[in-house]
């Protein structure tokens, strides 16, 4: 009755299709399963299940379910009629073997639903007697187990606790739930069964390392995990019921300046623990412990304790002190070398905590044994027995049985879901299923105990959802899928990853009320925007096509203070959506104002605007390596490579309407006149926003925003010109820095010989170089920078047609001879061209707002050279003015004096050459820059 009361609003001959279906050629009544039995799958149970908030729509629902239970593995099925995004494939069992214990492969196969609750493997073999059925699983078992060995280990009680924490804050628990004691069930959480009876520590990291290796559909996402996260998540999984107490503890409270007297005072709790655990206190300060436990030592010989505490600790092994590590302090890690006999020692910690951090740490090392926590080690007893002598023993594969097992994995339908390969070959699947269209109720896999057919336990409202999708398919007995459109494809790939479990979108999804509170952010000042993944409404307007490609195939780590990663779902599976993204979220670009203003100038507008005299970006969003001043907001050097320029320039308009409740300001308001008057862009805020965004296009190479660097050293010429020969961004490690008092500064590459960068005002900040190490490349501190071709200035071309080389100075003869200084401290840079003596002498010329800079040039030869010539530009664009003048990529001018020029085109790019004309053995000429 309650299928028909779902279906009651349907058209009578899609009611009629349904109830002929499933009540079809006298086939039995259906058997519902057991609700904790039935295949869970997430995007079904919170949509489209009984207790879904929005009318439940069942072909859908239907579809989505034949899809997660890959029912076209088996049977013919037009896979476009299930939707856009292909069905989701079993795991890959190329090596099994070391990745799951044989004993949970023989319980799975045995029983897969009462091992696994909620798996969506069918039972293939529930049509065997129990004797039959044993027979075959010991078959198939050997086989699989003949693909590899899994190696037990023992597991540090430390690691467990962290990947506790791993868990409920990478994001695990949206899809799972939580695992801890008393934690409101997720409904539609994916269950992980009892993964200690499944995997080793080290085969579950290995698998949490890349799980599209074996499971490629990426309904689980690789977390981009470090091998410590993966080796304590993996731990934490499997080892918290396998890791028993090894350690009794004594908990004293008081304030004590060191470790007190434990004989005078009484303890306030007792008890056991996994290794030396701090979290036996509930107090965070002002508490003493003391840990007692046997360590074994297998092999005589010396070893090393390193013991480490905030605040004071004391080592004994056989009630002898060996490391004292008291008083109050921050953490400070002691070590001391022992001779040990084999065989069970006693070993003592004591331990307090005054204030601030606690924390504890006991390691070890010796013969066969690499550095490691001795937690790990620890035994409660003298008696006890170690836990690497209680691991059974290993599985041995019967080749028999793996032959055996081999056919029967084809023969019992393995194959049509599951890729094995061994030796190269690929297992073909099995033929002969009924095409799905075909099927009637007497063939349905939710009824159990049917001849050499597979069962899923299906719930009710399982079966009434199929039973609707079937009823749909067969209306059409040759379906004609149309292609998808693109919110179709968003919304049921979004449904299949399930990525409304952290995301929402036109209303749909986001993270669910019992794991919210596991959703945290590093910087509470943020509220929920730090800390829940952003809804996707409008991303395709967002974000550019190439960068949600990289996000949804590769994962990201772009918000450094949301504790929840963005996961990785291979290209494969995502193929379509970054496409169907673009196209429901375009919008048309609006027109873009025309700015008179050269890039080099835009961009240095832009870098004051995000500094700390203007509109202080810098104080919520990181730059690169520099951190924010205050939250640590997204990275600005990542702006014009995430974001569309158009919705850029939008959003900084009205960041409310994009994202309610945003901290982002509105610093430039929408009746288009900014607050901040700007010489070359007055108040226009679309000129000023489009100049932040030509600064930000630079990304790692801009200009770091005034007032982040802490401490920053600059250097400014006051009265005499300051010369600073360090690795200077864009000059080279080489470079020779000439700051003037006029204002204009240089950077000359002793590499290359050339004119490497000019800009204006401020000349350098000293403090990388001048602090610590001093390493590394930094950029000039002033605005108006301009950077030249990275070339050498002059060659000896062989004709006009001749192209400019590209090779190294020291290649074309070209030597740096030094530098001398005029009586104002100016230099004079000298340099050997082929023979030839050059004098490249730059001198800072006053002008109107900026100085412009002037080069002269002395050459001397006594063999003067035909063909030398100076490079003297080089753009895409040159153009001569009527006052003389060489107009370079509307960008700045040069003057040329005291010489001829010739323009070409070369390699596509625009050159203006001086050819050197000589007045017996000299040449003079000279150039001035204007920018």
């Given at each position: 009755m309650?299928?028909?009361?779902?279906?009651?609003?349907?058209?009578?001959?899609?009611?009629?299709?349904?109830l002929l279906?499933?009540g079809?050629?006298?086939?039995p009544?259906?058997?519902?399963?057991?609700e904790?039995?039935?295949?869970?799958?997430?995007?079904?149970?919170?949509?489209y299940?009984?207790?879904a908030?929005?009318?439940r729509?069942?072909?859908?629902?239907?579809?989505?379910?034949m899809?997660?239970?890959?029912?076209?593995?088996?049977?013919?099925?037009?896979?476009?009629?299930?939707?856009?995004i292909?069905?989701?494939?079993?795991?890959?069992?190329?090596?099994?073997?070391?990745?799951?214990?044989?004993?949970?492969l023989?319980?799975?196969?045995?029983?897969p639903?009462e091992?696994?609750?909620?798996t969506t493997?069918?039972?293939m073999?529930?049509?065997?007697?129990?004797?039959?059925r044993?027979e075959?699983?010991e078959?198939?078992?050997?086989?699989?187990?003949?693909?590899?060995?899994?190696?037990?280990?023992?597991?540090?009680?430390?690691s467990?606790?962290?990947?506790?924490g791993?868990?409920?804050?990478?994001g695990?628990v949206?899809?799972?739930?939580?695992r801890?004691?008393?934690?409101?069930?997720?409904?539609?959480?994916v269950?992980?069964?009892?993964?200690?009876?499944?995997y080793?520590?080290?085969?579950?990291a290995?698998?949490?390392?890349d799980?599209?290796?074996?499971?490629?559909?990426?309904?689980?996402?690789?977390?981009?995990?470090?091998?410590?996260?993966?080796?304590?998540l993996?731990?934490?999984?499997?080892?918290?019921?396998?890791v028993?107490?090894?350690t009794?503890?004594?908990?004293y409270?008081g304030?004590?300046?060191?470790?007190?007297?434990?004989t005078?005072i009484e303890?306030?709790?007792?008890g056991?623990?996994?290794?030396?655990?701090?979290?036996v206190?509930?107090?965070?300060?002002?508490?003493?412990?003391?840990?007692?436990?046997?360590?074994p030592?297998?092999e005589?010989?010396?070893?090393?304790?390193?013991?480490?505490?905030?605040?004071?600790?004391?080592?004994?092994?056989?009630?002898q002190?060996?490391?004292?590590?008291?008083?109050?302090?921050?953490?400070?890690?002691?070590?001391?070398?022992?001779?040990?006999?084999?065989g069970m020692?006693a070993?003592a910690v004591?331990?307090?905590?005054r204030d601030?951090?606690?924390?504890l740490?006991?390691?070890?090392e010796?013969?066969?044994i690499?550095?490691?926590?001795?937690?790990?080690?620890?035994?409660?007893?003298r008696?006890?027995?170690?836990p690497?002598?209680?691991i059974?023993?290993?599985?041995?594969?019967?080749d028999?049985?793996?032959a055996?097992?081999r056919e029967?994995?084809?023969?019992?339908g393995?194959?049509?879901?599951?890729?094995?390969?061994?030796?190269?070959?690929r297992?073909?699947?099995?033929?002969?299923?009924t095409?799905i269209?075909?099927?009637?109720?007497?063939?349905?896999c939710?009824?159990?105990?049917?001849?050499?057919?597979?069962y899923?336990?299906?719930s009710?409202?399982?079966q009434?959802?199929i039973?609707?999708?079937?009823a749909?398919l067969?209306?059409?007995?040759?379906p004609?899928?149309?292609?998808?459109?693109?919110?179709?494809?968003i919304?049921?790939?979004?449904?299949?990853l399930?990525?409304?479990?952290?995301?929402?979108?036109?209303?749909?999804?986001?993270?669910?009320?019992?794991?919210n509170?596991?959703?945290?952010?590093?910087?509470k000042?943020?509220?929920?925007?730090?800390?829940?993944p952003?809804?996707?409404?409008g991303?395709?307007?967002?974000?550019?096509?190439?960068?949600?490609?990289?996000?949804?195939?590769?994962?990201?780590?772009?918000?450094?203070?949301?504790?929840?990663m963005?996961p990785?779902?291979?290209?494969e599976?995502v193929?379509?959506?970054?496409?169907?993204?673009?196209?429901a979220?375009?919008?048309?670009?609006?027109?873009?104002?025309?700015?008179?203003?050269?890039?080099?100038r835009?961009?240095?507008?832009?870098r004051?605007?995000?500094g700390?005299?203007?509109?202080s970006?810098?104080?919520c969003?990181?730059?690169?390596?520099y951190?924010?001043?205050?939250?640590?907001?997204?990275d600005l050097?990542t702006?014009t490579?995430r974001l569309?320029?158009?919705?850029f320039?939008r959003?900084?308009?009205?960041?409310?309407?994009?994202?309610?409740g945003t901290?982002?300001?509105?610093?430039?308001?929408?009746?288009g006149?900014?607050?901040?008057?700007l010489?070359?862009?007055?108040?226009?805020?679309d000129?000023?926003?489009?100049?932040?965004?030509?600064y930000?296009?630079?990304?790692?190479?801009a200009?770091v925003?005034?007032?982040?660097i802490?401490?920053?050293?600059?250097?400014?010429?006051?009265?005499?010109?300051?010369?600073?020969?360090?690795?200077?961004?864009g000059a080279?490690?080489?470079?020779i820095?000439?700051?003037?008092?006029?204002?204009?500064?240089?950077a000359?590459?002793?590499?290359?010989?050339?004119?490497?960068l000019?800009?204006?005002?401020?000349?350098?900040?000293a403090?990388?170089?001048?602090?610590?190490?001093?390493?590394?490349?930094?950029?000039p501190e002033?605005v108006?920078?301009?950077?030249?071709?990275?070339?050498?200035?002059?060659?000896?071309?062989?004709d006009?047609k001749?192209?400019?080389?590209?090779?190294?100075?020291?290649?074309?003869g070209?030597?740096f001879?030094?530098?001398k200084l005029?009586?104002?401290?100016?230099p004079?840079?000298?340099?050997?061209?082929?023979?030839?003596?050059?004098?490249?002498?730059?001198?800072?010329?006053?002008?109107?707002?900026?100085?412009s800079?002037?080069?002269?040039?002395?050459?001397?030869?006594?063999?003067?050279?035909?063909?030398?010539?100076?490079?003297?530009?080089?753009?895409?664009t040159?153009?001569?003015?009527?006052?003389?003048?060489?107009?370079?990529?509307?960008?700045?001018r040069?003057k040329?004096?005291?010489?001829?020029?010739?323009?070409?085109?070369?390699?596509?790019?625009?050159?203006?050459?001086v050819?050197?004309?000589?007045?017996?053995?000299?040449a003079?000429?000279?150039?001035?820059?204007?920018?």
């Amino acid at each position: 009755m309650k299928l028909f009361r779902m279906l009651s609003g349907r058209r009578p001959s899609f009611l009629l299709a349904v109830l002929l279906w499933l009540g079809s050629l006298c086939g039995p009544p259906v058997a519902f399963a057991a609700e904790t039995q039935a295949p869970v799958v997430p995007g079904f149970e919170r949509f489209y299940g009984p207790n879904a908030s929005a009318p439940r729509d069942l072909v859908a629902g239907g579809k989505l379910l034949m899809s997660e239970l890959n029912c076209s593995s088996c049977h013919q099925l037009d896979a476009a009629w299930l939707g856009p995004i292909p069905p989701k494939k079993a795991p890959i069992l190329d090596a099994v073997g070391s990745r799951v214990k044989p004993e949970y492969l023989r319980n799975f196969l045995s029983n897969p639903h009462e091992t696994k609750p909620g798996t969506t493997m069918p039972d293939m073999l529930s049509d065997e007697q129990d004797e039959a059925r044993a027979e075959k699983v010991e078959a198939l078992v050997h086989f699989l187990a003949s693909t590899g060995a899994t190696k037990e280990g023992s597991i540090d009680p430390q690691s467990i606790k962290r990947g506790s924490g791993v868990f409920h804050r990478v994001g695990c628990v949206a899809c799972h739930g939580s695992r801890r004691t008393g934690a409101e069930k997720l409904a539609n959480a994916v269950p992980l069964g009892d993964l200690d009876a499944k995997y080793t520590r080290d085969s579950l990291a290995t698998f949490l390392d890349d799980p599209l290796k074996v499971r490629p559909s990426g309904r689980m996402p690789a977390l981009g995990l470090n091998q410590r996260e993966r080796n304590d998540l993996a731990s934490y999984l499997v080892g918290e019921s396998r890791v028993a107490p090894n350690t009794r503890y004594r908990l004293y409270e008081g304030n004590w300046p060191g470790l007190p007297d434990f004989t005078a005072i009484e303890p306030a709790k007792k008890g056991e623990s996994r290794g030396f655990d701090l979290e036996v206190s509930s107090k965070p300060d002002h508490f003493a412990i003391q840990f007692e436990g046997f360590l074994p030592i297998r092999e005589k010989g010396s070893y090393r304790f390193h013991l480490g505490s905030d605040d004071g600790s004391r080592l004994f092994i056989d009630g002898q002190i060996v490391i004292d590590n008291d008083g109050v302090h921050g953490f400070e890690s002691k070590s001391k070398e022992i001779e040990l006999d084999a065989g069970m020692h006693a070993i003592a910690v004591d331990y307090f905590e005054r204030d601030g951090g606690a924390q504890l740490s006991v390691e070890y090392e010796g013969p066969g044994i690499s550095r490691r926590p001795v937690d790990s080690a620890l035994l409660m007893t003298r008696d006890s027995v170690p836990p690497e002598q209680a691991i059974a023993e290993a599985f041995k594969v019967d080749d028999t049985l793996v032959a055996k097992g081999r056919e029967l994995f084809v023969s019992e339908g393995c194959a049509s879901c599951h890729q094995m390969t061994i030796n190269g070959e690929r297992f073909k699947p099995k033929d002969g299923w009924t095409a799905i269209v075909d099927l009637s109720m007497r063939d349905a896999c939710f009824i159990p105990s049917r001849d050499e057919v597979p069962y899923f336990p299906l719930s009710e409202a399982q079966q009434e959802a199929i039973g609707a999708a079937m009823a749909d398919l067969k209306q059409n007995a040759e379906p004609q899928a149309s292609p998808a459109g693109e919110k179709e494809t968003i919304a049921q790939t979004m449904l299949v990853l399930n990525c409304y479990a952290c995301h929402a979108r036109d209303g749909k999804g986001g993270v669910q009320e019992p794991v919210n509170k596991f959703f945290a952010t590093t910087q509470k000042e943020m509220g929920d925007e730090g800390r829940i993944p952003p809804p996707l409404d409008g991303v395709g307007d967002k974000l550019r096509p190439q960068w949600l490609q990289h996000v949804f195939a590769h994962g990201a780590k772009d918000r450094p203070y949301m504790r929840t990663m963005m996961p990785k779902f291979g290209q494969e599976n995502v193929a379509k959506l970054t496409e169907a993204f673009a196209k429901a979220d375009y919008v048309e670009p609006s027109a873009e104002p025309e700015i008179d203003v050269p890039d080099h100038r835009l961009k240095s507008v832009g870098r004051h605007m995000v500094g700390a005299k203007a509109f202080s970006c810098m104080k919520c969003h990181n730059f690169d390596p520099y951190k924010a001043t205050g939250v640590q907001a997204l990275d600005l050097t990542t702006m014009t490579k995430r974001l569309r320029k158009d919705w850029f320039r939008r959003y900084l308009r009205e960041p409310n309407t994009f994202r309610p409740g945003t901290r982002m300001p509105t610093s430039w308001p929408k009746n288009g006149q900014s607050p901040l008057y700007l010489p070359d862009l007055e108040t226009d805020c679309d000129k000023q926003i489009l100049a932040v965004w030509s600064y930000l296009e630079d990304g790692k190479k801009a200009g770091v925003p005034y007032g982040l660097i802490p401490d920053p050293i600059v250097l400014k010429a006051d009265k005499a010109p300051i010369i600073y020969r360090n690795f200077i961004d864009g000059a080279g490690a080489r470079a020779i820095g000439v700051g003037y008092p006029e204002g204009a500064n240089l950077a000359f590459d002793a590499e290359q010989m050339r004119l490497a960068l000019i800009w204006h005002e401020d000349f350098i900040d000293a403090s990388r170089h001048w602090s610590g190490r001093g390493q590394g490349y930094q950029r000039p501190e002033g605005v108006h920078l301009l950077s030249f071709p990275g070339s050498a200035s002059f060659a000896t071309l062989a004709d006009e047609k001749a192209p400019w080389p590209n090779a190294p100075a020291r290649e074309l003869g070209i030597r740096f001879k030094g530098y001398k200084l005029d009586e104002a401290g100016r230099p004079t840079f000298l340099y050997r061209v082929d023979g030839v003596k050059v004098e490249d002498t730059p001198t800072p010329v006053a002008g109107d707002a900026e100085p412009s800079l002037r080069r002269e040039f002395l050459l001397e030869s006594s063999e003067p050279q035909n063909g030398l010539t100076f490079l003297a530009a080089s753009g895409k664009t040159i153009t001569k003015a009527d006052d003389g003048t060489y107009l370079v990529d509307n960008a700045y001018r040069i003057k040329i004096e005291d010489a001829s020029t010739r323009m070409r085109e070369s390699d596509g790019r625009k050159q203006l050459l001086v050819p050197i004309t000589w007045n017996g053995d000299k040449a003079r000429f000279a150039i001035e820059y204007i920018w």
